[in-house]
């Protein structure tokens, strides 16, 4: 595409903000903005996430075009690329800022653009491949697959999508593998001791979660401390006669099929040799596997497992949790773990590739194709039938996506039935369920099709006589309105 023949006004899309942006609030969350590492905001703007991360004590520095054109751009361990490429007219010029961001990125660069479907929110008239607005700014608005692809062929990384529209690209594979590690099993935590009872305490605690003892490099350092004085015999012993074997078996189980897990999505997303694996991973592997290509023929059965129709189908049948339809699965995020191996595979490979919105409440998982969606209902645990806010979807075998705001609607769907999204033992499953049961009596799903939207859900109460409280079902009062 040729260079257009006018330029934009670009520092104009910078907006102030007081708290910090999206995707610097992500990568904060994602433990990548640790208070020892440095950080370069490339395109800072306004530079409002450098303000706030420094009162956070992390050591950032801005560099903008614009704003901030003085400042020298030093190599940084992260380099923070926030809504920079939307605002390039010309798509050469975009990986050039792109490659220049990249050269100065020792750890991980942390991409973010707009989206395609934020088209509506840009008012403008059609110019190059974006929208020129009335106030002289330009926004390209990528695809999510766009945007994860041009990464990846100006980085020459393998790239992960922490969300929709944020994608990281990592120096060193091992810390991309320890990244992925954890969004599969996440950290698990100590009680830190440096007393020798309460530091056996936690190891305890670790063997019982984890299904086998830590290594030193594992454990926090007042633990280690105290567990490097101590003969490995002893301690080996004592945690063979103090940890609880039933806590020690469903652990290894867990533990097994998290690393199966991993393995399978590694594949999935292209397998390093057994040493680029995170220690953990590569202790579990020892631990609870014959070897490490016992472990990868395993993961290599289960991916392969998912590409089959037939099988996915019955293991959505099969699952312990979850609301099964004729075409999907629907399972509440407090019981995802619980999925079987096949089906978490399935929700991670989506969730890898597009990118798991921050904020949602139910996962959707068709039956045939591959095509997971995220639905959000804010009010899941206070509203007795949760109106959804939105739908972020993903196709797997074009990976492409879509997204679906019913914010300004009048008439939005809505939840029955809330107790088969959730696992039986979940603490809010009874509750749920005694609604469920004195409104299949009082008759209010009778005529099904009618009670999937607000106006119908509400002429069917009127209809049947009958108000909600909370989670319970009241009788109308007479001189209530019936209609």
Known sequence: MEEPGWASERHRTAIARSRLSVPARQALADGQLHPDRTILDFGCGRGDDVRVLKRLDRQITGWDPHFQPHVQKRPADVVLATYVLNVIENPAERRETLRAAWELTKAVLVVSARLTWERSKVHGDQAADGVLTSRGTFQHLFATHELRRLVEDVTGSRCVAAAPGIIYAFRDETARLG????????????????????????????????????????????????????????????????????????????????????????????????????????????????????????????????????????????????????????????????????????????????????????????????????????????????????????????????????????????????????????????????????????????????????????????RCGWNLKGHRLVKRRPDQASG
């Open 179 to 462: 990244y992925l590690a954890r969004r599969i099993a996440p950290q698990l935590s100590w009680a830190v001791s440096d007393e020798a009872g309460g530091a056996v305490k936690a190891l305890v605690e670790y063997v019982e979660r984890r299904g086998r003892a830590p290594r030193l490099e594992e454990a926090p350092r007042p633990v280690a401390e105290v567990v490097a004085q101590l003969k490995p015999a002893a301690v080996r012993k004592l945690l063979r006669e103090t940890a609880r074997q039933e806590l020690v078996d469903a652990a290894v189980r867990r533990s097994t099929l998290d690393t199966l897990l991993f393995l399978a999505l590694e594949l999935f997303n292209g397998r390093g040799p057994f040493t680029s694996l995170p220690l953990s991973v590569q202790l579990d592997i020892r631990a609870f596997f014959s070897s490490y290509g016992e472990a990868c023929q395993r993961a290599d059965r289960l991916l392969l497992k998912l590409r089959d129709d037939s099988y996915v189908r019955g293991a959505m049948s099969a699952s312990r949790v979850g609301k099964l339809t004729p075409t999907a699965l629907y399972v509440h995020q407090r019981a995802l773990d619980a999925m079987p191996t096949v089906l978490r595979l399935y929700e991670h490979c989506a969730a890898i590739a597009a990118g798991r919105p921050r904020e949602w409440t139910i996962v959707k998982l068709k039956h045939d194709g591959r095509a997971a969606s995220w639905l959000h209902y804010p009010d899941f645990d206070s509203d007795p039938h949760p109106r959804i806010h939105s739908d972020y979807q993903v196709d797997l075998r074009s990976l492409e996506t879509s997204h679906r705001s019913y914010e300004g609607s009048t008439n939005r769907p809505l939840l029955h039935r809330k107790h088969e999204f959730l696992a039986s033992d979940d603490p809010d499953a009874a509750r749920y369920r005694r609604l469920t049961d004195a409104e299949v009596r009082a008759g209010l799903y009778a005529k099904p099709h009618l009670i999937g939207t607000e106006a119908g859900w509400e002429a069917e109460l009127a």
